[in-house]
């Protein structure tokens, strides 16, 4: 039974890149502020979906999601800027399926940074990187990239976000906040805080 204030979260900035660095952004995400509380007890609408998912499109990318509460509040792409077509030069786009999804990835090292459904839409904005980052008003100030209210799906592939910022992969999948999604033999979304589904990994 989860405790009185179990349920409170937190909001915190990771900046994230691919291998090379020409994809750069900044994640909130959202957590239990309670590290004994697992994902399991609490609502999840509250905080950030961190799975893996064992479709053969998440599986053979080795992508971990870790979608934001608020789409438009929660990311901004640094580099490089895309355009309202979803597209910028250097930034692949792989779609397959039914061609909904575009997931994005550098054209020089090749990591998959990110992932949105159509329509892409968004908007370029100026952020102050102190203020984005948490850490004070006097930061330089950037262009970035924000998603619109159109913008139905989400997902950065949390093996992108940088090291070193304190909590990171390992903590956040010791906690049981990870969990894992089953897409490999049903189309529904069962999930399990425990262990992987079939043909998905830890
Ligand atoms: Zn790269």
């Known amino acids: 039974m989860a405790s009185p204030g179990a349920h409170d979260v937190t909001r915190k900035p990771y900046t994230g890149s691919c291998h090379c660095g020409f994809i750069k952004y900044v994640l909130h995400v959202t957590l ?18 961190i799975y893996r998912c064992n479709c053969t499109t998440c599986h053979k990318m080795g992508y971990m999601h870790c979608r934001p509460v608020s789409m438009t509040d929660d990311f901004r792409l640094l580099s490089p800027l895309i ?9 692949g786009v792989y779609q397959c399926g039914g061609m ?7 054209q020089r090292c090749g990591c998959r940074a990110f992932t949105i459904t159509k329509p892409e839409g968004g ?18 100030l950037k262009e970035a990239w924000k998603a619109s209210d159109s913008v139905k799906y989400l997902s950065v592939n949390a093996v992108t976000i ?27 979304h069962n999930i399990s805080w425990d262990r992987p589904f079939e043909a998905g990994m830890y």
């Open 32 to 49: 239990p502020a309670d590290p004994n509380v697992s994902g399991a007890d609490l609502d999840p609408a509250m905080f950030s979906k």
């Open 83 to 91: 355009d309202k077509h979803g597209n910028a030069e250097g930034l």
């Open 100 to 106: 909904y999804a575009s997931w994005y990835f550098c």
């Open 123 to 140: 908007q370029i904005v100026k952020v102050n990187m102190g203020e984005l980052m948490e850490q004070g008003s006097k930061g330089e």
């Open 162 to 188: 940088d090291a070193g910022q304190g909590d990171g992969l390992r903590e956040w999948t010791e906690r049981k906040w990870v969990y894992y999604l089953e897409r490999f033999k049903t189309t529904g």
